[in-house]
């Protein structure tokens, strides 16, 4: 669970004594919870695995482990005995409902598990015997199944979480936010419910009986006591170093600043319990001046929400200082919820459960493991990116007491290496479905190719080679071109445009001048929606250049013969606010259709500049 490069001291506690530090924290407060409620202990004297409601036949139960992570899908691992002669229908059992129930020795119950069979495996042995492995996973599962593309518009972070858990069904969503338009690209429900919650301090608890997005642990759901009877057996505390401090720079579009943020910090709250350690912790880090940058913006745009987010990345890495690991007989500890440990001097308190593993064996009944934190609120030790559907990987899962044999792992060939991965967010292709330029300008509202429905993008900047204050070169893209999008800081909410696609609709004004200098890429033109044209043309022997309207007027330059030709179906008019001057060797006018021509030749002793009159004075 830790790494191993982490800067740490560990105490750990056994029953028959052991080593202790004289600095440690008091007991928990418990207001940091929501409640004060205690439940009393609960040890398990049977585990039943149920199918369908049933007890399986023909099969003995001969352990399982059942694990509970936060913003992770509890699943379960099982083994049973199959008998020679015996023979249990497998097939009928994928997809079924799958439920753990724990009795005591007084009849009272408790469900461990509730979900589905995700997967079966069967090992045959010569005696004609066998063991049946089922995998089960919570339903929260299929939310992680299938990965999408779609655009959330305006809508607030609990609005758009209820409607991502299709199948996870959230009791409560604390998460409060927005509204914000979200685009979720290549990547699963589930994942960018994760994400959306770490972003506002909130994390997922599924239980057998659904899921919360929450922002703070449960009340303690066990009260385990040091060397206590089927209590407390294991206790480790664990203090190491972090980064206390999370610098990074954001460039607010809106107003055109930018800000490089130094030594941002927030301390997240505590619950109490280990106080002395995380203080030293803190205090050794600060010391040795332990810093951290970040630079992956969610939700971020304006400097005041970075400012926020750098907190948030101060309080993921605080939320790592410290730490505790326990080992009971108590089936009540619950990810997600407090647990209060009594007996121990320098850890008694109150911890929050991020993960527990409950534990079952034939001969040796129940126990389980739990890791824990003296902090009220949970995070994600880094910052979650947007991830594919998990359907090819396994949910978080501990590992059964005894493992049977292991046989080599056959692996099926699958698209991106058979693992999930971050979808590729490089670039996109969207369509303009609204632009602006009256007021900011160079902004267009993109629909990505991949939305069925009715949507579209927030504001996008459109790249342009050259930008500035009343200046640039100005391009805008028309209403259904089609467009490359970019993400800026791969972030799929903050599109930008780089440019516009021709496709094999809209193809390209390509159309040959003098016949066959396309393909030589002799010809480049600039064209608008009325056919407004600047023509350049290469071709060897032929330079020119055109302006032209769409029908009536042309400018023409000709490199061959060295002629500026001007055209207009109409008038032509110049206009001078002082004299027009013409020089020439040879002046030549034609008059009306018959075509009456008056000749002069130039003069070496005339003034090099020879005004001529014009015949008319323009309206």
């Not at 482990?65 to 005995?81: D, G, K, M, Q, W």
């Not at 629909?447 to 900047?461: I, N, R, V, Y």
């Not at 791969?490 to 040959?512: C, F, K, M």
């Amino acid at each position: 669970m830790e790494s191993p490069a982490a800067s740490k001291a560990a105490v750990v506690l056994i029953p028959t004594g052991g080593y202790r530090t004289a600095d440690a924290g008091r007991v928990g407060n418990l207001s940091q919870c929501r409640g004060t409620e205690v439940r009393s202990a609960m040890t398990p004297s049977a585990i039943q695995v149920l199918i369908r409601g049933e007890v399986p036949q023909q099969l003995s139960l001969l352990e399982l482990a059942v694990t509970y992570e936060l913003n992770r899908h509890a699943s379960l691992l099982s083994r049973f005995r199959q008998l020679p002669g015996s023979r249990h229908m497998v097939e009928d059992d994928f997809g079924a409902p799958v439920e753990v129930v724990a009795r005591d020795e007084n009849g009272t119950s408790l469900t461990l598990f509730r979900g589905l069979v995700r997967r079966v495996d069967v090992e045959h042995e010569l005696s004609g015997a066998g063991n049946l492995i089922y995998h089960g996973v919570s339903e929260t599962w299929l939310d992680d199944v299938t990965t999408r593309s779609r655009i959330f518009r305006k809508k607030t972070v609990d609005a758009i979480l209820r409607e991502l858990a299709i199948h996870s069904k959230p009791r409560r969503v604390e998460a409060s936010g927005g509204p914000y338009t979200v685009v979720q690209y290549a990547e699963s429900d589930w994942s960018l419910m994760v994400r959306l919650a770490d972003r506002h301090r909130c994390f997922i608890r599924v239980s057998p009986d659904g899921a919360d997005i929450i922002s703070a642990y449960e009340p303690p759901a066990a009260d385990l006591t040091w060397r206590k009877e089927k209590s407390l057996a294991v206790f480790r505390s664990t203090g190491r170093l972090v980064p206390v401090h999370v610098n990074g720079p954001n460039y607010d579009r809106a107003t055109a600043v930018s800000r490089h943020f130094q030594k941002t910090s927030s301390e997240p709250p505590q619950l109490g319990s280990l106080g002395s350690l995380i203080g030293a912790a803190v205090r050794a880090s600060l010391e040795k001046q332990l810093e951290d940058g970040h630079y992956g913006k969610f939700l971020s745009g304006t400097h005041d929400r970075f400012e926020d987010e750098l907190r948030l990345e101060s309080e993921r890495r605080r939320l790592r200082s410290c730490n505790g690991y326990g080992e009971s007989q108590d089936c009540r500890v619950s990810a997600g919820a407090c647990v209060s440990i009594a007996g121990l001097d320098e850890a008694e308190g109150t911890y929050g459960v991020y993960r527990v593993e409950h534990i079952w064996t034939l001969g040796k009944g129940y126990r389980n493991r739990f890791w824990c934190s003296p902090f009220s609120n949970y995070l994600e030790p880094v910052q979650p990116g947007a991830t594919q559907g998990s359907w090819r990987k396994p949910p978080s899962q501990a590992s059964l007491p005894s493992s049977p044999v292991r046989i080599p792992h056959i692996r099926i060939p699958s698209p991106g290496g058979g693992k999930p991965r971050e979808p590729n967010l490089g670039m996109t292709i969207g369509r303009v479905v609204a632009s602006a330029v009256a007021e900011a300008g160079a902004r267009v509202r993109v629909k990505f190719l991949w939305e069925d429905q009715e949507s579209e993008t927030t504001w996008a900047p459109v790249l342009s080679p050259h930008a500035g204050g009343k200046r640039g070169l100005f391009f805008m893209p028309e209403v259904g071109d089609e467009v490359a999008i970019l993400f800026e800081q791969g972030d799929p909410s903050r599109p930008i445009v780089l440019g516009s696609l021709w496709n094999g609709t809209h193809t390209p004004p390509n159309d040959d001048l003098h016949g066959g200098e396309a393909d030589s890429n002799d010809i480049k033109r600039i064209v608008t929606k009325s056919g407004n044209r600047l023509v350049f043309d290469d071709l060897q022997g032929d330079e020119a250049i055109v302006l032209a309207t769409p029908q009536h007027i042309r400018i023409s330059m000709f490199e061959g013969d060295q002629t500026l030709l001007i055209h207009s179906d109409g008038d032509i008019l110049l206009h001078a606010g002082g004299t027009i001057h013409m020089r020439c060797n040879q002046f030549l006018r034609e008059i009306g259709p018959s075509g009456e021509s008056t000749t002069r030749e130039g003069s070496p002793q005339l003034s090099p500049f020879m005004p001529f009159p014009l015949a008319s004075t323009p309206k």
